[in-house]
């Protein structure tokens, strides 16, 4: 089976931009998360969507938001771009709740460079 | 605040010892897992214990829960070279929403 795929891989913008990311899940799982990894605060839960709904969302503001496909595939977005926005985000696909523990797959990430 | 924390922060061996890397966390958890990062790229799961779990092997890894003290431990036998990465403990609190620790950064001297 293939990985998790993330597109892209590298990106620069600028601050007050917004950007998309997307994820694509091994196929047959069904739940996505997202995870944000600095330096400073590590690796945060930002939010984690099943059968296109948002079942867990971790502390961030509202400027962050996702959504998924009824294919799995998911996209975040992060509009008003700041300087602390800058990371590495990835992407994560498990079967899902029901199917017992959930081991999460890890996609190789995007990193963000906000400028 | 970030609910696991690893401890320690670095560890540096030489090829051939075993490495053990703690884990803390403050609230009761449906299971543990172990993540393994190289260098700023993706996570890859390495063993996943259930509370109900005490011991668990895989290959040359050795993961222990306490729930009672809240913690957890990942050993790796016979280190080698190719195991250098950062290692992050992960927790689930209610099922698919995970909090990872700070992690251990592991460096193994050929």
């Known amino acids: 089976k293939a990985g998790v795929t993330q597109t892209p891989r590298y990106l620069i913008k600028t601050r007050g931009q917004q950007v998309t990311l997307s994820c694509s899940p091994i196929?047959?799982?069904?739940?996505v998360s997202w995870y944000q990894q600095t330096p400073g605060q590590g690796l945060q839960f930002l939010f984690e969507?099943?059968?296109?709904?948002?079942?867990n969302k971790g502390n961030f503001p509202g400027r962050f938001s996702g959504r998924q496909f009824s294919n799995s595939r998911s996209e975040m977005n992060v509009s008003t771009l700041e300087l602390g926005d800058s990371a590495l985000y990835l992407c994560?696909?498990?079967?899902?709740?029901?199917?017992?523990?959930?081991?999460?797959?890890f996609g190789p990430g995007t990193r963000l460079t906000v400028t | 605040s970030q609910q696991g924390e690893e401890d320690p922060q670095a560890l540096s061996i030489q090829e051939g010892e075993n490495a053990t890397m703690n884990c803390s966390y403050k609230?009761?958890?449906?299971?543990l897992q172990w993540y393994r990062q190289n260098s700023g790229r993706g996570l890859v799961h390495l063993i996943l214990?259930?509370?109900?779990?005490r011991e668990k092997h895989s290959g040359r890894l050795r993961v222990t829960l306490d729930t009672s003290k809240k913690s957890s431990s990942l050993l790796i036998t016979a280190s080698r070279a190719a195991d250098t990465a950062s290692y992050f403990c992960?927790?689930?609190?209610?099922?698919?929403?995970?909090?990872f620790g700070t992690g251990t950064s592991l460096t193994v001297i050929p």
């Open positions: 994560a696909s498990s079967l899902g709740p029901g199917q017992g523990a959930y081991e999460q797959y």
């Open positions: 196929s047959g799982h069904r739940s």
């Open positions: 969507y099943f059968s296109e709904t948002q079942r």
């Open positions: 609230t009761s958890i449906n299971n």
């Open positions: 214990i259930r509370s109900n779990e």
């Open positions: 992960a927790t689930d609190l209610t099922g698919n929403q995970f909090y």
